[in-house]
């Protein structure tokens, strides 16, 4: 496949970096630290602009899927909510999905993500605390997927964790130019992108964003 | 339609210990004796079991109970005894990973003995997946706390996320030997009080007792 290739979705907006869980199998702890990105809740200005540029795409018809989550977990943001139905009023069509580890979801959360059509996967790190989650998700109709992929269909995140290797198999990101607005506005390539390596653009710029292969896809198990 | 004689051993607890203390699960606050099963009372299930395969009654067997198997002692070599006296038996063993080793891997492939891995902690379950996956172990990981939740009959404060469905056990004529060598009708049985006899008896019948009444498994 050639490369560069245009940008065509914004697929994932990473509201907040932080995460309130430590899982060995995952760089998420590492951020904050020196060589990885910062834990910060992304801004407003940030997040109106990430908007801008998923309904640009939409706009354009290649803007079919977007996940409000990153390497954090998303519910820590304080305006997760406003967030979330602000991003359903800009797409009205496109499908849209969060992940969490469940520990902070309440019914409030599942009856909000009902009415703005998103859909939940739910990782249970901490099953004691997964399981309401998935009560709540399945009682609002929300829940897609029960994720114990971290077990069953391991990966090590382009060998930043001491975990197993995923399969190979090929890279969607690159290969679809989908783009991860991470929580400081900058754009990434990639969704394993805890260093901030991978970035193509920001929020701010009015260019257009294209993708390529950076140095994660030496180590990683998905093939550009 | 009970009592009803009993044609076959699901279960057989070789530990009622556990090295976690899962808030979803009986195990931390078990109302009989954590121990762990004798060569002794483990050859003689294994007896039992052999003669209702060969009667044609049973085919296959759990090496579990309330308990993490891999923290008996003699955990390989009753793996090894299992196999030895049942060798057309399709055995299963669940393990929560914590101490699961490559040799348990080795002798799990060896036998043949199938392998669940509970996902009450990701991170050790993931290790105990690849250790298996490595050495050739047919294994299968599960969260059922999360997918299948269950209050045990209302013995641990969990949702009930399952709809009701006959009782296989007490239809079937199935039991559990628990780890003390005593037979219970039911896996759901953390204080022994639906214990049927003992594995030095001749025979045992079945029949519906209290927890039934707050089980979603209907008699």
Known sequence: MDYPRLGREIHQIELSSDCNLKCPYCPSHMLGKPGWRGRLHMEEGIFVKSLEKAVAYYRAGTQTELWLMGLG??????????????????????????????????????????????RVHISPHRPEK???????ARKYGILEFVGTNIVSDPFN?????????????????????????????????????????????????VREVKVKPYELCASCNLIP | MYPRPVTHIRQIEITSRCNLRCVYCTSPNL???????????????????????????QDRISLCGIGEPTIHPQFIQFLRLA????????????????????????????????????????????????????????????????MTPTNWAGQVEWRMGVEKYPCPWLRQGGIMVMADGRITTCCFDSTGEG?????????????????????????
């Open chain 1, 157 to 205: 995140w382009a060998g930043l964790v001491d975990w197993k290797a995923g399969k190979p198999a090929p890279c969607q990101w690159l290969q679809k130019g989908w783009l991860n607005i991470l929580s400081d506005g900058s754009i990434s390539t990639c969704c394993f992108d805890a260093k901030g390596v991978g970035i193509v653009g920001h929020v701010n710029e």
């Open chain 2, 195 to 219: 214990v049927v006899g003992t594995i030095d008896d001749a025979m045992w019948l079945v029949k519906p007792w209290q927890l039934c009444k707050t089980c979603h498994q209907f008699p």
């Open chain 1, 130 to 136: 997964a399981e309401q989650a998935a009560f709540l």
């Open chain 2, 31 to 57: 109302g009989r004796p954590k121990v762990d099963m004798t060569e002794e009372i483990f050859q003689k299930v294994l007896d039992l079991a052999a003669r209702w395969m060969k009667g044609g009654t």
């Open chain 2, 83 to 146: 196999r030895e006296k049942l060798p057309e038996g399709i055995l299963d063993v669940t393990t929560n990973g914590v101490k699961f080793t490559a040799e348990m891997a080795r002798t799990l492939a060896d036998c043949n003995i199938f392998l669940g891995i509970s996902m009450h902690r990701p991170e050790i379950a993931g290790r105990a997946a690849f250790l298996a996956e490595q050495y050739g172990v047919a294994f299968k990981s599960h969260c059922d706390p999360v």
């Open chain 1, 73 to 118: 977990e998303s519910l820590l943001h304080p305006r997760f909510l406003e967030y979330v139905e602000r991003t359903r009023s800009a797409l009205p069509t496109t499908a849209l999905r969060i992940s969490t580890n469940g520990l902070l979801f309440t019914e409030e959360h599942a009856r909000v993500l009902g009415q703005n059509r998103v």
